[in-house]
C-alpha cells in the first residue's frame, strides 16, 4: 500500500519570494507521483508528473519538482511566487500497472501568496 | 476532446433528505471512473470507482452508493444524508498516456477531475 504526507497545511508567502512545498511518500513498490493544483471550489488539475528518468520534473505555471528516492520526497517548488498561485496543492502516488490506478492523495498544502 | 461534467455545482439538503450526484464524461469510451470525497483538511478521500457498466467498487464503507447506468455515466446515491456528508465531491476519469522513447515506452494513467459538487447538509 501507499501513503502520502504533506506535513504542511498552509505555506505563507510574499509574492516574488520562492517556496516549497513539501512530500514525502511511502511504498513497497515502484510508484508514479504527481503534483496537483486546486483553485478555489475548482477541481484538480495536474501540474506535473514524475514517470521515470530525470529526477527534476517541471510542469506548469513555473513550477518544478524533484524526485528523491533514498529520502522518497517529491518537493515542489517555485522560484518566484504570484499572487496568483495561492491555492491548494496536492501530491499524489500511483503503484506501476494496476486495472483501477488508484491515485492516493496527500492532505493537501494551501498555498497563501500575500502581496 | 474529453470533458467531465458534474451536476449540480452546489446543494443544500436537509439530514434525512436522498442524494444524487450526476457525473458525465464526453469524448471517450470505457473510461475509469471515481468518486472522491474532500473535506475540509482531510485531503481527497477515494469513494467509489468503477471499470465499466455495472460494476462499482467501494473504498469506504458508509452511507453512500454509487452506479453506472451507462459506460459515460456515473451517478453517487444516498437514501439518507448524514451531517457528515457534507463536502466537495470530485469525480475523475482517467486516460492512458505513453512516455519515455521508443526502446522504453512507459504506459502510466493521468486522472482527470470534473468541477466538482459543493454539498451542504443541514
Known amino acids: 500500500a501507499q501513503s502520502v504526507t504533506q506535513l504542511d497545511s498552509q505555506v505563507p508567502v510574499f509574492e516574488e519570494a520562492p517556496v516549497e512545498l513539501r512530500c514525502n511518500y511511502s511504498?513497497?513498490?515502484?510508484?508514479?507521483l504527481f503534483w496537483y493544483v486546486q483553485y478555489p471550489n475548482q477541481g484538480l488539475q495536474l501540474l506535473l508528473k514524475?514517470?521515470?528518468?530525470?529526477?527534476l520534473v517541471k510542469g506548469i505555471n513555473g513550477f518544478e519538482a524533484e524526485f528523491n528516492k533514498s529520502q522518497t520526497s517529491f518537493h515542489l517548488r517555485k522560484p518566484s511566487v504570484h499572487i496568483s498561485d495561492t491555492a491548494e496543492y496536492f501530491c499524489?502516488?500511483?503503484?506501476?500497472?494496476?486495472?483501477?490506478?488508484?491515485?492516493?492523495f496527500g492532505t493537501g498544502t494551501l498555498l497563501a501568496v500575500q502581496p | 476532446s474529453q470533458t467531465i461534467h458534474q451536476w449540480p455545482a452546489t446543494l443544500v439538503q436537509p439530514v434525512g433528505s436522498p442524494l444524487s450526484l450526476e457525473c458525465t464524461v464526453e469524448?471517450?469510451?470505457?473510461?475509469?471512473l471515481y468518486w472522491y470525497r474532500q473535506a475540509a483538511g482531510r485531503g481527497l478521500q477515494l469513494l467509489f470507482y468503477s471499470v465499466g457498466i455495472g460494476q462499482i467498487s467501494s473504498e469506504v464503507p458508509q452511507n453512500l452508493s454509487a452506479s453506472r447506468p451507462q459506460d459515460r455515466q456515473f451517478i453517487l446515491s444516498s437514501k439518507k444524508l448524514l451531517l457528515s456528508d457534507s463536502g466537495f465531491y470530485l469525480c475523475a476519469w482517467r486516460r492512458p498516456a505513453l512516455a519515455g522513447g521508443p526502446l522504453k515506452p512507459i504506459l502510466f494513467y493521468e486522472q482527470y477531475f470534473g468541477p466538482g459538487t459543493r454539498l451542504t447538509v443541514t
Open positions: 499524489a502516488v500511483s503503484a506501476y500497472g494496476g486495472a483501477t490506478n488508484k491515485l492516493i
Open positions: 514524475y514517470l521515470s528518468g530525470s529526477t
Open positions: 469524448g471517450t469510451s470505457n473510461p475509469n
Open positions: 511504498s513497497s513498490v515502484s510508484v508514479y
